[in-house]
């Protein structure tokens, strides 16, 4: 975005000779326009680099219409929704939730999810941390290929994590600003150093995470596995699983889960694991013959072998359930208000329907858990 600094005004007389004090209010005027352009042209650029990879927005709506995206070519994509001020009388400048009357800004804005209606908690919003609130935005990071839960579909970041995510900062009186990328890997990292607030993206709490990032579950997922139609192996309690190559996603928990497995006390060869830097890529390890075993979410398992129309075989093994949510920076505060905002969605049936939109009646929860420092 340019900056254009236009300045017209009718010429008239003036003085042949300026005194010193108007010589030197005119340099100063003149200085501090300066200033200004250059701080401008600084923030224009920032603003091109930030949105360099696309620059799509779209309000709240239906996941018809959910942030919408386009790839750039380091297979990242960002979408930023903006408030709900064709809907609502929110105000788009975030103002803090010290002032009444932003609480009662706030408090007007509402918008459609799969159906379910989305209001803003004034309460709630009035709660969000001061930092966050002053943003008036929450910045998401989210896995850009893992159907149902994330994913890219028409060049738009859909999912029913996304849906929550979105009909949670809605809750929050916040703006909802989107970033789909294939490096789960580095997800965490970016939560560390503060330039996402939190991630939608399916993160199991382990305690080695719990010491980098905060996490609020909101979905109960076991551990699934598939094989290539006609294999020979068969999954039908965890030792089986022994001895054979398995590909999972670079960075997920499903390596330690399966990495616990006890098979030398089985008598067993150990499982040998293999990471891959996006679920397709694992994926196609099987289906090519490289790996014998994927594995992945059971609810994402299932999605696969609807889309890939029986290329893999479901095995009856649903290993470690564990519940499952968004990963938080940790010390911001905003675990315990997006715990909350869960919850009133979950309270208010909006949790349900938007689960049931994406076929989901497995696993949901009545409560939401918040675990923060290391503990819940």
Known sequence: MGVNLTTGSRRRRTRPRRTASRRRRAATIAAALAVGVLAAC?????????????????????????????????????SSV?????????????????????????????????GAEIKTDPALAAAVPAAIRAKGVIKDISYNNAPPDTFVQDGKLVGWEIDLGQAVAVVLGLKWEATASGAFDSFIPGLQNGRYDVSFTSFIQTPERLKQIDIVTYFNVGTGFAVKKGSAVKIAKETDVCGHSVAVLAGSAFIQQIGSIKCAGAGLEPVKVQSFP????????????RSEVYSSSSNQLEYLLKQTKGAFEIQPLNFMPTPEGAGVTKGTGMAKSIGDAMDRLIKSGAYKEIMAKWEITNGLVEKATVYADGGS
Do not use: F
Request: aromatic share 0%.
């Open 278 to 289: 996006s679920d397709a890529a694992a994926e196609l390890a099987v289906s090519s013959g």
């Open 42 to 78: 600084g923030s224009s650029s920032n603003s091109a680099e930030t949105t360099s990879s696309l620059s799509t927005s779209s309000a709240v709506a239906d996941s018809s219409t959910a942030s919408t995206v386009a790839p750039d070519s380091s297979s990242s994509l960002s």
């Open 82 to 114: 903006p408030d709900t001020s064709s809907s609502s009388t929110a105000s788009s400048s975030a103002p803090d939730s010290s002032s009444a009357s932003s609480r009662a800004d706030v408090a007007s804005m509402t918008t459609t999810i799969d």
